[in-house]
Each structure stands twice: as C-alpha cells, then as structure tokens.
C-alpha cells in the first residue's frame, strides 16, 4: 500500500519542541509521499523571521537529504543562530556570531545536501544584511559591524556589494569577492572600496604585516581602490589605492617564508611619478628605482618620514648575490638629496646628496655627501669588478669625525630584529686606494688634528699610512697594517715647544691639570690582536714641561696632604693653594718604556719650586694600578719636621729628603713613608744632581746622610 498526503491553502499554528519559537503558516501546499516530505510556495512566521514562496523538501530515506528550489526569507539571527548552534554540527556558528539586531534577507535561495551536514551543502542565495556583527575572525583586532551589504554566496566564492562596515576606527563602503571563505575569510580575496583609516586601525595593519616603525602609515581617506589578496603558502597581495588628495598608489608583491618579491610600487600625484620594484630570495637581493620621489609625496602617507627629506630620481637597478659579492652588479644613473636610513632614531645615516651612475663593472660615484652619527663626510670615486676582485679609487673628505660614536652606533645596529639570522656574507675581495683628509678625528677623549691617511686595501688587508697625524697637537706620523684579527703598526711621536694647557685634556683627561710648555719624543710598535695589543706593545717616550703650575694631579695631591700632616710648608704649599693657584714649577722631566701592557718610569723629575720630587716605577695601564717610589725634597726650612721626629744631629748642607711610597689608582691613592733602604741608587742619584747638593733621607727619627 502506498499512502500519499496533500495539503494546500495552510493554516497552521504550532510549537515543536526542536524549534525554538512557535511556527506559523499561513499559505502554500504540503505534500507526503512515500520518503520526501515537500512544499511549495510556502508562507509563514518562525518568532520574528518569516519566509515566502518557499518550495522545497526534505527525503527520508538514508542520507536525509534537505532540498529548497527557490524562497524568500527575512531572518533574525538574534533567535536563530542560538537555535542553530544547539545542534552539534552547527555549534561553531556562534564563534563567529557577534549580535546587534542582525537582520539576513534572502531574496533567493537554492539548496541541496545532507540536512544535518551543513558543510556539505550546495547552495545558491541572494540577500542583503543589516546591523550583524562579526567577531572571532582570524587575525581581527576586533568585531566587524556589517550596517548594510548586498550579497550572493555559494560553496566556493561569496559576494558582496555596497557594503557599510566598520573596524576599530576604521569605515568602509565595500565591495568584495571571498574564495573557499569556509576556510577562512582571507584565503583569497579581491575588494573594492573607499575607506577612512583610523589611527587604531592603521596601527594593527601595520603590525599584520610586520612593518618596522620607520614605515609606519598616517590615518588615511581612500577614495575608490582595489585590493587583491591570496594566501596559500604565501601572500600575494595586489593593490591600487587612490588617497583622497589626490596621491596614487599601485603595488604588486609576494610574500613567502623565505622570500619577497616587489613586482610593481608605484607613486604618483601631482609631484612625484616613481615605481620600484625589489626582490629577495636565499642571498640574492634585487631594488629597481625609476621616476622622481620627493618629500612631500611621502609625507601624505607616514607619520613620520625618515626616509627622504629632499627628493630623488633616476633610472637605477641593483642586483646582489651576498653568497657571491663579485657577481652582483649595478646598472643606471641615480641623483638624490636628503635621503636616509634610520639605522636608530636618533642617529640616522643621512645622504645629504649624491650623483652616481653605473654600468655593469663600473660604479662612478661622482659625489656623496654623508652625515652618519654626527659626523659629515664627502666622498667621490670609482668602483670596478672584475672576475677576481674590485678595485677601488676613493676620496673621503671630512670636517669632523667621531668615531666613537659611529662605532657605538654600528654596534647597537648590529642585533638581528624579529628572530631573523642574519646571513653568511662572502668577504668582498677589495684592491685599490683611499685618501682620507679629515680636520678633526676624535676617539675616546684622544682627539687628531688634522689626521691625513692613505689606505691602501689589497683583498682582506688595509695598509694605513698617516701622513699627516696631530695627536692633541703631538705629531704621530706612522703606519698600521690591519689584516683581521692583527693589526700591527709603528707610529712616533714629537712634539716641540707646545702649550702644555691644550693637549693635557687630550692627553691625559681629568686627572692632570697643568700649564707650561713641553716637548715630547716617542716611538711605538706593536703587533697581534686588537684587545691584545695593549699587552703585547713596546715603546718609549720621553716628556719634559717647563715654566709652568699644575693645578690637579692625584699623586701631588696626596703627596701634598701627608706632608701637611707634618706641617711641612707651614702654610706656604698645600692642597687649597695647588688648586687655586697652582704648583709653581721650573721643570717636569719624565722617561719610561711601555712592556707587557705596563708604563715603567725609568726616570722622573719635578722641580718645583716649593719642592723636588724625584719618582720610580710602573703604570698597569690594563688594570689603572701604579706602583711609585718617591724621593720628596721640600725647599723650606724643616723645623717643624724636627718637632714631630726627634733627629740626630744638627743641621746640615745636605738637603733633607722623604722616602714616600704612592699605591693604588687614581680614584684611591695611599702614600705612605718609606725606609731608607727602600729607596735605589738611580733615584739618590736623580735626586743628587737635581738640587745639586749631597742629601739626607728622614725616617723614624732619624737623619742619614747620602754622599
């Protein structure tokens, strides 16, 4: 027996437990026969939504298979989506589901699948939306209102047009084609829109795509652009935007895990015209540039341009294997001002202006006039490669270098950014000439002026010859010979008749004030590594100053304060007047050799005029520690001396003198007496024939004579 039901012009009212509102029908047919359930043009009400003209059915046989041929429905998905999600296939809908009154209108909609896989369902619908909110979508920063769109969706691709959404700050009229979109709403995706970019918005873009901060974007007004955008293994991104003041922006490019390729970035508005291209894969790197870019045309986009402050053009290609320097190349002619590259924010490398042009094996920069930590350079020359090696013939020019603060800078800039490893880079072979003239060079408190050098560069070796070198006014002549990891060089020093007040700074920082005029003659030599060249050095230098005052001198210093203990001056020498009025002296008399990273005194006289002080011994110039032996002769009366010491004997020709040790370092000075014995006969001897008369050394009480 088979049983067939039909049913037209329905009137129902009902509730059922599976549905969440009461269900009511008020048109259409309904018919039964054998497994399918179907209707037609169906008409009703399910709580606020209502459907019409809807035909379709449901088969009953195994697979259960849900067909609908066509219908129209107004849906509020504020009472169905918690329906929907109830069910355990359908509950991931409520991920994305972020309410408002969200209003879905199909004003057509063909269906056929499984009724209980909806995934694998296929569908055809037309509609529109209103007031729904997305949230949860991949890599969002937040909900997406959706105020109004028109759309038509099928398994594979879904369609939108005259779409009124907004993210963060952001407001959009939109439309758009989403492909495989159940996979992920930007899989790939092209899109038609005008826009106001926001601050919050323009921000969570540019961390999206992992710009550094020197190339963060402004708040933008787009008008009509385009926007294409596929993601597999990698992005591919294609877009024409149209800024509303009139700036052009066109780019091509691809970005993979290892690689980028910038097939087209174009600019144009009323100023600059300019497209670019840039590539890198592995080791290779590849930058175009053609057009003119100027400042302004920058300016319309960041928030801040470090990168150009003049403008630039030209037509210039560059191609760089860094696993294999010799055969990169250049190509091209290129001209700019006020270019830089923010290696630290507050010490960019700038180029003030350039001209260079190009062939295959040749690079003629014509002029380059750099500013880079501080310091301002020129420089012209050529470049040429060949299978072997590159020759260079260069210029440099400078007012003023401070290369401690170039190489603190490259230092800071030397880290890697984002967990990147930086690439092994073949050593560029390098033969040529470059002539360096700079007025001024500092290093540390050490300051050249002039310094005039030739280096001389033969592949992995430099040859530098300083031709003309004033070291704190002390001419340094010399050469250094750096081939990495040694450096060996052999530079003299000589200096005569010089105004002592200028170069001590220079020379020795803050730990000797003086004046008076000198004349210095060295010689130093060594050989091996840079931390090690210290220790491993030879050299000797002898310094002498006359008619001059010292004003700071730690070792004076304190020789000062254990004689007022003693009152041996009585008023006449001591600390307050040494920095006042300065230690009155005729000369200053020193000779030592540097050995083993120490500065050994082999002789040093001062012959002031409150006191001769004849000294001995080393400087540990790798730990600061010296070690001196002293012979202190004070050229007054010593009566108050003999109040203190109870002497032997009466008073003598000799003239008295103290044997002092001074220890430590310049920030912890002890002097201390010492015994007779302590005290060597170069020393006796120094002394002797600096105040030209016998001497006696005091100790514990005693006087003994020294003949």
Avoid at 112 to 125: D, E, I, L, Q
Wanted: glycine share 8%.
């Amino acid at each position: 027996m088979n049983l067939k039901v039909e049913a037209s012009e329905i009137q129902l009212s009902a509730q059922y437990r599976r549905l969440p509102h009461p269900l009511q029908i008020t048109g259409g047919k309904f018919s039964y026969y054998e497994s399918r359930v179907g209707v037609e043009q169906l008409t009703g009400t399910l709580g606020k939504s209502s459907f019409s003209e809807l035909s379709g059915g449901i088969d009953l046989a195994e697979d259960q298979r849900l067909a609908i041929t066509s219908g129209k429905s107004s849906i509020h998905l504020v009472e169905i989506v918690p329906w929907l999600a109830s069910f355990e296939k359908m509950r991931g809908i409520s991920k994305y589901y972020g309410g408002a009154e969200s209003i879905l209108t199909l004003s057509q909609v063909k269906l056929n699948g499984p009724f209980f896989s909806p995934a694998k369902w296929h569908f055809n619908a037309t509609g529109d939306v209103r007031d729904l909110e997305l949230k949860n979508l991949p890599k969002r920063p937040g909900p997406i209102k959706i105020t109004a769109a028109k759309f038509k969706a099928d398994p594979d691709t879904l369609e939108y047009t005259h779409g009124q959404i907004s993210l963060l700050d952001s407001a959009w009229e939109i439309s758009g084609t989403h492909k495989n979109y159940f996979k992920g709403f930007d899989k790939d995706v092209r899109l038609k829109f005008e826009a106001r970019l926001g601050s919050k918005f323009v921000q969570w873009l540019s961390e999206s795509f992992d710009l550094p901060e020197e190339t963060q974007i402004r708040p933008l007004t787009l008008s009509t652009s385009q926007l294409t955008y596929v993601r597999n293994g990698e992005k591919s991104i294609s877009a024409d935007l149209a800024l509303k003041n009139g700036l052009m922006i066109s780019t091509d490019f691809v970005l993979g895990s290892d690689k980028l390729r910038v097939e087209k970035l174009s600019v144009q508005d009323k100023d600059s015209r300019a497209t670019m291209e840039m590539s890198l894969h592995d080791s290779v790197l590849g930058l175009s540039f053609k057009g003119n870019l100027v400042k302004t045309t920058l300016d319309q986009v960041m928030t801040e341009n470090p990168w150009l402050t003049g403008w630039l053009k030209g037509d210039f290609k560059v191609h760089i294997d860094r696993n294999h320097l010799l055969k990169s190349a250049v190509w091209g002619e290129l001209k700019g001002k006020g270019i830089a590259y923010p290696l630290k924010p507050d010490s960019p490398l700038k180029i003030n202006d350039l001209a260079v042009t190009a062939t295959t094996h040749k690079i003629d920069l014509q002029s380059a006039d750099v500013t880079f930590s501080g310091s301002q350079f020129k420089a012209a020359g050529t470049m040429m490669r060949s299978a072997q090696n590159a020759l260079l013939d260069m210029d440099i020019k400078a007012d003023s270098l401070d290369l401690d603060q170039m190489i603190h800078t490259l230092k800071d800039n030397g880290g890697q950014t984002r967990g990147e490893k930086a690439p092994d880079l073949q050593s560029l072979p390098i033969q040529g000439n470059i002539r360096l003239k700079a007025d001024r060079v500092n290093l540390g408190r050490f300051t050249w002026q002039p310094l005039h050098a030739d280096i001389k560069l033969n592949n992995d070796t430099a040859e530098v010859s300083l031709q003309k070198a004033a070291l704190c006014g002390i001419s340094t002549p010399g050469t250094l010979i750096v081939s990495p990891p040694t450096i060996d060089f052999d530079i003299e020093a000589e200096a005569k008749d010089l105004e002592l007040d200028p170069a001590k700074t220079c020379l020795a920082g803050g730990t000797f004030k003086a004046d008076g005029t000198f004349n210095l003659e060295g010689r130093f030599q060594g050989r091996g590594k840079a931390g090690d060249l210290l220790k491993t050095s030879t050299g000797q230098v002898e310094f002498t100053a006359a008619d001059g005052h010292i004003y700071h001198d730690v070792v004076m210093l304190e020789v000062l304060k254990f004689l007022n203990t003693l009152d041996v001056f009585n008023g006449r020498a001591n600390v307050k007047d040494m920095k006042k009025k300065g230690f009155d002296y005729r000369s200053f008399r020193v000779k030592a050799k540097l050995q083993d990273g120490k500065l050994r005194y082999d002789e040093a006289v001062l012959h002031g005029r409150p006191m001769v002080v004849t000294a001995a011994g080393e400087h540990d110039l790798q730990t600061e520690q010296f070690n001196l032996t002293l012979l202190v002769a004070p050229l007054v009366a010593l009566h108050s001396i003999f109040e203190h010491i109870p002497l032997i004997g009466g008073i003598l020709d000799a003239l008295d003198t103290l044997p002092l040790s001074a220890k430590g370092t310049v920030d912890n000075v002890r002097i201390r007496a010492l015994a007779p014995s302590a005290i060597g006969y170069e020393l006796q001897e120094m002394m002797k024939k600096t105040v030209e008369r016998p001497i006696n050394f005091v100790h514990g009480g005693q006087k003994t004579e020294v003949r």
